[in-house]
């Protein structure tokens, strides 16, 4: 019985674990085990029925649309970004504002709604209703018509006026050496009044000095002058007990401080008598200048008195 012939070459077996290619692969040209690990290369496949690989080419439409696509998504990646900020910076504004609205809305709730007045602006109203009773107040108010005193031997007196003065500057009814201080401070206007006692012996002239304040008003009488020669200068009204009365027939001047009031007055004798013709001495014990203390002095306290009824609540009485 023959043998089955053998190959000539034992050398090359074939690699039981070596697979042809399939579908081009491996590629050709690479390595491939074989038995007793040797490495076979791969040849790659000539002829025709190779497989050619070919590359494609992009387009420059293409790579222009591509360019395109980003550079449109980078702007709107960027407006994103810029809406975002936008929000958020309008945010912050509209919570600043609204929180400025409501402080104040609060704010104005709290300062228009009724409460109990401090004590300060109470001392504030009543500094204030002073300050403005020169122009608030009528002229009969201000000088009244007549005005009860007290006289020497604890009797009862009064006064009536004869005229009113028109309203003049400050210097232009007063002495120089008055007039220079009152204007200094800032003195606005001076108001004047004539009376004559019960019996139209005595003439007394009221002068008002209105300041712009309290505190100007201080400061002023620090300055005046301490003389009873100088003071108000006196208003004369013809066909009355005091048409005689002038520069030279006041016997006596002095003034009374009240809140930011100055109130003079000048004192003579209806007769025209001057004062180089009256000893001092009587003149100490006359009637004449107690009456102008009492004239003037009802005046300045009438002008200083705190109001009848100082309002309790910022709107009225009811807090």
Known sequence: MSKPERSQE???RRDASAS??????PPPGSWTPHAGGARVRRAPPSGAGARRVRVRAWS??????LAAERAELATLEQGIRFRTIFLILMGTILAIAASNVLTGAVGLFRETAARPLTAAEQARYIKEDIARRWQAWSTDLVFPEELQ???????QQYARRVGLAPETPCRSGTDASTGSVLAQYGCRTLLRATYVDQTSTFVITVGIAVLRDEEARIAATAQLPVDDRVGVRPVAFPGTASELFG??????????????YVVFSTAGYSDGRTRQSISPEEIL???????????AGRIARALGDEPNAVPQCTQGNVC
């Open 60 to 65: 420059a439409a293409g790579r222009d649309r």
């Open 10 to 12: 034992p050398g090359r």
């Open 20 to 25: 042809p290619a399939r579908d081009g692969w």
């Open 247 to 260: 520069a030279a027939q006041r016997q006596r001047n002095a003034w009374i401080p009240v809140g930011p």
């Open 285 to 295: 014990h006359s009637e004449l200048w107690p009456a102008a203390q009492a004239v």
């Open 149 to 155: 005193y007290i006289g020497l031997g604890r009797a």
